[in-house]
Nanobody, 123 residues
Framework: QVQLVESGGGLVQAGDSVTLSCTTS????????MAWFRRAPGPEGEFVAA????????SYADSVKGRFTMSRDNAKNIVYLQMDNLKPEDTAMYYC????????????????WGQGTQVTVSS
């Protein structure tokens, strides 16, 4: 059974740091690119970050570049998103997703998804 379980969200203040985790099981993790997306209230989601199976040179959205760091632990089948200097506009539900082989910034390219974890940043 494929599972992606996000954790680490919560209510924080602007300027705080939070680290999200996505614990996975049921698929060959090291063969998959992983990504984080987020969705604020409204119809559109947003790409946040993605990382290839080697874990080198993650890709970031311009809105989070320099503040967020994505990493993965292939021994534990977990990906992380460290979020520093959080801003109110970072408030969203954060989802991790998996895609076989190469990374993509398009949500439609990811077949496996978690249920999400809410991050709320107060000003």
């Amino acid at each position: 059974q494929v599972q992606l379980v996000e954790s680490g969200g919560g209510l924080v203040q602007a300027g705080d740091s939070v680290t999200l985790s996505c614990t996975t099981s049921g698929f060959a993790f090291t063969n998959y690119a992983m990504a984080w997306f987020r969705r604020a209230p409204g119809p559109e989601g947003e790409f946040v970050a993605a990382i290839g199976w080697l874990g080198s040179s993650p890709s970031y959205a311009d809105s989070v570049k320099g503040r967020f760091t994505m990493s993965r632990d292939n021994a534990k089948n977990i990906v992380y998103l460290q979020m520093d200097n959080l801003k109110p506009e970072d408030t969203a539900m954060y989802y991790c997703a998996a895609r076989f082989a190469a990374i993509s910034t398009s949500a439609g390219q990811y077949r496996l998804w978690g249920q999400g974890t809410q991050v709320t940043v107060s000003s």
